[in-house]
């Protein structure tokens, strides 16, 4: 079988109604994440990287609903990357969902050498490194659950 076939056949086996589930939880996960969980460090290496005392004083480039989008977006791909990795690589236990997890996490965080380029603070960076492996995680997790209990 081809590798175009392939992934084609594991595209028509993904649920939409769980990916869209999925990326809704990663939505709240990356309010929780950002908005209560790392809400100080994120702010203070945010406005520093800004240049900025505060937060609240950066200038946005980008609409909340545009921002939004994005990050329902991203938490379709990252759903639907997870089941295609999981249905090419014939996986279908829970340990499976983990691991395509952990790839689909470390392949996201491909570009993070730009980032030391463009002199971001370190602690900035490995927030968004821990949102995009625990959003993997959590996209994994909730579609295996209801692949086997939901859907």
């Known amino acids: 079988m081809s590798v175009n076939a392939l992934l084609w056949t594991a595209l028509q ?15 709240v ?12 460090v994120g702010d ?12 609240e004083h950066i200038v946005h480039r980008y609409s909340f609903l545009f921002c939004n989008s994005t990050t329902i977006a ?5 759903a639907v990357s997870v089941q295609v990795m999981v249905t090419v690589c014939g996986g279908h236990t829970f340990n ?7 790839v689909i996490a470390l392949l996201s965080c491909i570009n993070l050498h730009d980032s030391f380029w463009s002199q971001r603070p370190l602690p900035l960076l490995l ?8 959003a993997a995680v959590l996209a994994a997790v909730s579609y295996f659950g209801m692949q086997k209990y939901v859907f």
Do not use: H
């Open 74 to 78: 991203a938490g379709i791909l990252r």
């Open 127 to 134: 927030t968004n490194c821990g949102y995009e492996a625990a």
């Open 13 to 27: 086996s993904v649920n939409p109604w769980a990916v869209l589930a999925c990326a809704i939880i990663q939505e």
């Open 44 to 55: 203070y290496y945010l406005a520093a990287d800004k240049g900025v005392r505060r937060v």
């Open 96 to 102: 499976d969902y983990q691991q395509a997890a952990v």
């Open 29 to 40: 996960f990356a309010f929780l994440w950002f908005g209560c969980i790392l809400k100080n």
